[in-house]
Nanobody
């Protein structure tokens, strides 16, 4: 059974940094894709960043240059390093994974991912 477990969310001041982690059990997803999404109450889940295949990465415009997604395949873990955090980054952050290789345009779509973590709360105070 595949499970994704996130950690690292907490309260931080604007301008600060956090690193989220997501560890998979049951599968490596080395040939698949990972994604980070976030959601606030009343809004749809929003793509934040993703990595696929040989390490190709993709970012939402709102986080490009501030967030970095990376992975440690040996540890079955993907990371989201978040710098220069803003109050509008406040959300529940979810990691997601699929065993399938995704084309670039598919990475942003939540429906393309088969496995999801439970979410971790990130709160950025002004």
């Amino acid at each position: 059974q595949v499970q994704l477990v996130e950690s690292g969310g907490e309260l931080v001041q604007a301008g600060g940094s956090l690193r989220l982690s997501c560890t998979a059990s049951g599968h490596t997803f080395n040939s698949g894709a990972w994604g980070w999404f976030r959601q606030t109450p009343g809004k749809e889940r929003e793509f934040v960043a993703g990595t696929r295949g040989a390490g190709n990465t993709l970012y939402a415009d709102s986080v490009r240059g501030r967030f970095t997604v990376s992975r440690d395949s040996a540890k079955r873990t993907v990371f989201l390093q978040m710098n220069s955090l803003k109050p509008e980054d406040t959300a529940v952050y979810y990691c997601a994974a699929t065993r399938r290789g995704l084309i670039l345009s598919s990475q942003r779509r939540p429906v393309e991912y088969d496995y999801w973590g439970q979410g971790t709360q990130v709160t950025v105070s002004s």
